[in-house]
């Protein structure tokens, strides 16, 4: 318990020192130099690349993702889990509008944009652009299967981690978003994540009568 209150108190506290950083526009210049360095590598084959990566932080492939999840636990019988976990999806969905609407960032120019694949009907269409959604949700289900399901496994955790480098990365590359806003998704993802923690109990019974048991 001590280590979720340590991850809840680091990744709550500089998620709003980056918030109040963006908020008052200390980052901007710095947010501009990465992505116009990272735009110097643009080439069609890598935005096809990119652009189908983004995808799985998308709404709609987080949303698949989360029915699979419950459709697990309902099978295992672990409804308070799964109950907890549709109750923290609807929390991140808030967090990022509220994060959205009074940080007021602007998304990167058209000069920018390198994303190939322009659809989706359940993102939040807002102007501004910290959070990335894309970032908080992608953190969040990955983070809830490496921390909940796969029981803090070394090998998930690189891959995780390597998941999140790729989303990030992909997210400024295609000019969805300044590297900031990513930080922040990050960041909130976790902050969520722990908060999830926090309010579950490590070690509980239900249905069959089984524990189930998670680290983080």
Excluded at 126 to 144: C, D, E, I, Q, R
Excluded at 166 to 194: E, N, P
Aim: a positive charge; one cysteine or more; charged letters at 15%.
């Amino acid at each position: 318990m001590k280590k979720i209150n340590s991850v809840l108190l680091i990744s709550g506290l500089s998620y709003l020192a980056i918030y109040l950083l963006v908020y008052n526009k200390f980052l901007a210049k710095f947010d501009y130099y990465i992505t116009k360095t990272i735009n110097l590598i643009a080439n069609p084959s890598l935005n096809y690349i990119l652009s189908f990566l983004s995808l799985f932080g998308s709404a709609e492939f987080c949303l698949a993702i989360s029915f699979i999840i419950l459709f697990f636990l309902y099978k295992r019988r672990k409804i308070k889990l799964a109950s907890y976990y549709i109750f923290f999806s609807l929390f991140l969905f808030f967090f990022e509008c509220i994060g959205k609407s009074f940080s007021q960032q602007p998304r990167p120019p058209l000069e920018f944009d390198h994303n190939m694949f322009k659809f989706g009907i359940l993102h939040i269409k807002a102007p501004y652009s910290f959070p990335s959604g894309h970032m908080l949700k992608f953190t969040f289900v990955l983070g809830f299967i490496y921390y909940f399901l796969l029981n803090n496994v070394k090998f998930y955790k690189i891959l995780f981690l390597i998941s999140i480098i790729i989303m990030a990365f992909s997210r400024v590359y295609l000019g969805a978003h300044w590297i900031s806003d990513t930080i922040g998704g990050f960041l909130g993802g976790i902050f969520v994540l722990a908060l999830f923690a926090k309010f579950y109990s490590p070690t509980f019974k239900e249905g069959s009568g089984k524990s189930f048991r998670y680290k983080l």
